[in-house]
């Protein structure tokens, strides 16, 4: 999975990981909105931390590569520091996969309904209608 979480616990973009996740990053525009918009301080930025399979732009950093006790210690303290913070991206995710596994199992059925699905057309079956 794959999206972005903010301060305020508002998980935006959600999707599944896929293998080219650049792409998604890219055709999402989350990184042009921030250009954009994002209005800093003198003495203030804001970026964006991902995943090394990002890649580094200049409001998009990402963990320093290799094995901690191969870095000099700003690198070891910087990815520290974010795997800290990146905790809270995975509350979200915690809180999308407790809370609303239901959701998406009963929003998958109705789609299978409408739309039918692989394990139907595999076991040559048709799909009850939504009513049923």
Same mark, same amino acid.
């Given at each position: 999975?794959?999206?972005?979480? #903010?301060? /305020?616990?508002? !998980? =935006? $973009?959600?999707?599944? *990981? !896929?293998?080219? #996740?650049?792409?998604?990053? *890219?055709?999402?525009?989350?990184?042009? /909105?921030?250009?954009?918009?994002? !209005?800093?301080?003198?003495? $203030?930025?804001y970026f964006f931390f991902g995943d090394q399979a990002y890649g580094l732009m200049e409001l998009l950093i990402t963990p320093f590569p290799g094995r901690p006790q191969d870095m000099p210690a700003h690198q070891r303290q910087f990815n520290q520091s974010m795997k800290i913070l990146r905790v809270s991206v995975e509350w979200g995710f915690q809180k999308i996969v407790s809370l609303f596994a239901f959701v998406a199992a009963l929003l998958t059925n109705c789609h299978t309904c409408l739309y039918g699905s692989q394990t139907a057309d595999y076991f040559? =079956? !048709?799909?009850? =209608?939504?009513? /049923?």
């Open positions: 999975m794959q999206a972005l979480g #903010i301060p /305020e616990e508002i !998980v =935006t $973009e959600s999707g599944n *990981r !896929v293998n080219a #996740i650049w792409f998604c990053f *890219r055709d999402s525009m989350l990184y042009n /909105e921030l250009e954009q918009k994002a !209005v800093f301080e003198e003495n $203030e930025k040559n =079956t !048709v799909p009850p =209608t939504l009513e /049923e």
